[in-house]
């Protein structure tokens, strides 16, 4: 399916490691005050899909309990916007967001995701699209947002500092940089999915 599109089904390391090196180059909003909310709302209500993604702390000692998740990220075509779960004031467009099934929000592992934010407030997901999903489902092994990113979009997404300190606040200007690029991928990646006519695998 995808070599009739020109799209190579795998990309080994030495493939992807050949690739540029892309980072999230826009603006991005932490989200911390109502002024700050409105304005995220603002945006968000303007858009048909965002770009996804949550970070928890990680868990090192064997036996320890998980931590819930610390940060959510969304990215519209404009912006990418971080909330500091526990510093945002209130959590009703957090959830308005995830329970509009207008708005598509497309990232990877959300079933993971979205469970163990649901720790954290209830909300009932519409409109969740996992792009891991519909890439296997193409016939995609490796489906993993680094993979996808080198398969899709021809460049490179930096690890970072994924298994940071995420309950830690202020964030670094890494953990932002991060934070934001991951969200942003993702949207990138829905996008290209949609050009190509995937989503049909959804």
Known sequence: MLATKGIAETITPEELAELPIRRYAGPVHLVTSHRELESAAADLHRE???????????TFRKGQAAHLPTLVQMATGRAVYLFPLRHVPDTALLRA????????????ALAHDLK??????????????????????IGLKKTGLRNLAGIFLRYRVPKGPRTSNWGRYPLTPQQILYAATDAWVCRELYLRFDRLGLLAAA
């Open 48 to 58: 048909t899909v965002v770009g996804f993604d949550t970070e928890t702390p990680p």
């Open 97 to 108: 967001t995830l329970e509009n099934p207008r708005l598509i929000k497309a990232g990877l």
């Open 116 to 137: 163990e934010l649901r720790r954290v407030f209830e909300f009932q997901e519409h409109g969740a699209l996992d792009l891991g999903v519909v890439a296997h489902r």
